[in-house]
Every structure is written in C-alpha cells, then in structure tokens.
C-alpha cells in the first residue's frame, strides 16, 4: 500500500501530538511539594520495643517521647498499642509523598518479612521492590536498603482545619467508627480523606487526622516558647516581664 504525501504527514502530525501528549502526562506531577512532619502509626508486636522502634527509623527517644505523651516508662510494655513516629513528608520526584528510612537487613529477611514485621505494615512488598535493586529471593544479609513510607500533608479540597496526618496500618476488627472514634475525627471526614478505602478490611493504609496530637505540639510548643522567654527574663533580671511570662504560661496550661 502506498500512502500519498497528503495522508504520510497526516500521520506523522497524529504521531508527533500523540508522543507529545505522553511526554506531558509523563511530566505533569501528583505532588509540587511535601510537609515538615508526618506521624507513623507504629503497632508494636511481640518482641518489639521503643529501643528497635528508634533503631529502624533513626531517631532518639527524646524525638519520639513528645509525640507519645502516654508513655509514662519507656521500659514498660508497649505491646498492642501504637507509637507516633514523627518523621518528614516528601514530595518524591514529583510523584508521591513520601519518606523513605534506611533499614539494614537481617538474616532470612524477606521483602514481605521486612514490611509487616519489621516496619509493621507500615510499608508493604511492592513499595520495597520499587525502591531497591535486590531480588525478592536474593536479599543478602546485613545490608542498607530503601523502605518508603507513604505519607499526607492534607487536601484542602476536603478541609483546610488539619495539617498533620498520620499514616495509619489497619488491622483486623478495625471499622471506619472505630478509627474515628480513636482519631477523635467523624467518620464522614476520615472517609473524605481515604476515598474508596475499605476500613473494615483488616489491612491497608489510610491517613488519619492527627487532632489531638496536633492539639498537644501546639500547646507544648508555646509552653516551651513561654518557658524560654521565662528564662531569657531571668537573666536580664526583668521581674516584671518574668511575672508576665509566669502568667502567659498559667494561661496556656489552664
């Protein structure tokens, strides 16, 4: 068959604007920018303790010790309950938010192994082997690999009231009432922000409203500011503006 030079530039103008279509869909980006702090809804399992948690995500326990202001004794027992895992939210090659942590391999890990125990679903296979180059049944021992955490910094198309999310694994008995009820958020809302998830399905992430934890940092963080001019006052030997920092603070903690 032979194409006339009419209907070869035709086709070579459909062709020009279809690979020019793709290269814009390719480049347009899911995410401009992320957030300074996101929490990580850690479930502690059986054999986990504060001391691995700040070992896998590389913190200090004076970084996470803020964000659970439950826990009286560190030493305790924390099994079955969730720790806040702050940690920053990244806009990932314009594509998703995200962060990811460096995790060092243990004897027979597995990517499967490493995303529901280690990093308690907090990540899951397909994200592993997204961002590391090992073979799922070749993983060497003792080695620094990538685990990407997903993360959200909100939508204002849903609400404009709420800036700090959690990342929250779901697990079996879980419902959208009582990850709303724990969150101290509506369901209606909850929902809004996880469209199309399935709360009842034992499994999956989803990104909760940190309320009352964004409440807590709020109050803490001007206590501390207040505590701070208290002590710069001190020093400058300001008894007027130490009485007046004295009475900030009474006023913050009620």
């Not at 032979?2 to 980006?29: A, H, Q």
């Not at 998703?96 to 280690?118: M, N, S």
């Not at 990407?148 to 849903?158: I, L, Y």
Request: glycine share 8%; with cysteine.
């Amino acid at each position: 068959m032979i194409l006339s030079p009419k209907t070869k530039r035709l086709l070579f103008l459909l062709l020009f604007f279809y690979v020019l279509l793709l290269c814009l869909i390719k480049v347009e980006s899911n995410c401009k920018s992320g957030c300074d702090l996101a929490i990580a809804s850690y479930y502690v399992w059986e054999g986990s303790n504060l001391t691995y948690i700040t070992n896998i995500f590389t913190k200090k326990l004076s970084q996470i010790l803020p964000y659970n202001p439950d826990i009286h004794n560190p030493d305790s027992s924390l099994m079955g309950t969730r720790i806040h895992v702050p940690f920053s939210c990244e806009c990932m090659n314009g594509d998703f938010l995200g962060h990811t942590f460096t995790y060092i391999t243990q004897t027979d890990d597995t990517y499967d192994k490493i995303a529901r125990v280690a990093f308690a679903n907090l990540t899951n296979i397909y994200w592993l082997q997204r961002v590391n180059k090992y073979d799922p049944t070749r993983i060497p021992d003792f080695v620094p690999i990538n685990v990407t955490v997903n993360c959200s910094c909100g939508d204002q198309h849903v609400s404009k009231d709420y800036g700090l999310f959690s990342t929250y694994p779901l697990r079996p008995g879980q419902n959208l009432s009582s990850v709303a009820a724990e969150s101290g958020v509506s369901p209606e809302l909850l929902q809004s922000y996880n469209p199309g998830s399935d709360f009842g399905a034992g499994y999956g992430l989803v990104f909760v409203p940190a309320k009352e934890l964004g409440l807590l940092l709020l109050v803490s963080s001007r206590n501390w500011d207040v505590a701070e001019e208290e002590a710069m006052m001190r020093r400058e030997g300001n008894c007027d503006g130490e009485g007046r920092a004295a009475s900030d603070r009474r006023w913050l903690i009620g």
